[in-house]
């Protein structure tokens, strides 16, 4: 019995800390952007302010960071976790069957 209870927590433990990984890498991710995406922009307004690149590697960082930030907190977390918990209980059922 205890036995089962430690490989729960450890279970637990690896998710949270799989989760905790997730977090941190797109705080990682926005803090490179706050920080990069000003630099670009002074770095364009002092070489060439008649054209204005900035705004492409902005758009399309911006865009992967919307993803991750979606990915990391947003839309399907509740749904693929209401998914594994279906799938571990029909193969629990499956065991429960053929034993």
Not at 36 to 64: E, K, R, Y
Not at 68 to 84: D, Q, S, V, Y
């Amino acid at each position: 019995m205890e036995t089962t209870f430690n490989n729960n927590e450890s279970l637990a433990y690896q998710k949270a800390a799989k989760r905790v990984k997730e977090i941190k890498g797109f705080y990682g991710n926005l803090t490179s952007y706050c920080l990069v995406i000003p630099f670009l922009a002074v770095l364009n307004l002092i070489t060439d302010s008649s054209h204005l690149w900035v705004f492409w590697p902005m758009l399309g960082w911006g865009m992967g960071l919307a993803a991750h930030g979606i990915n990391t907190f947003g839309i399907g977390k509740e749904w693929e976790e209401k998914k594994i918990k279906e799938l571990m209980e029909e193969e629990q059922k499956n065991k429960r069957t053929f034993n």
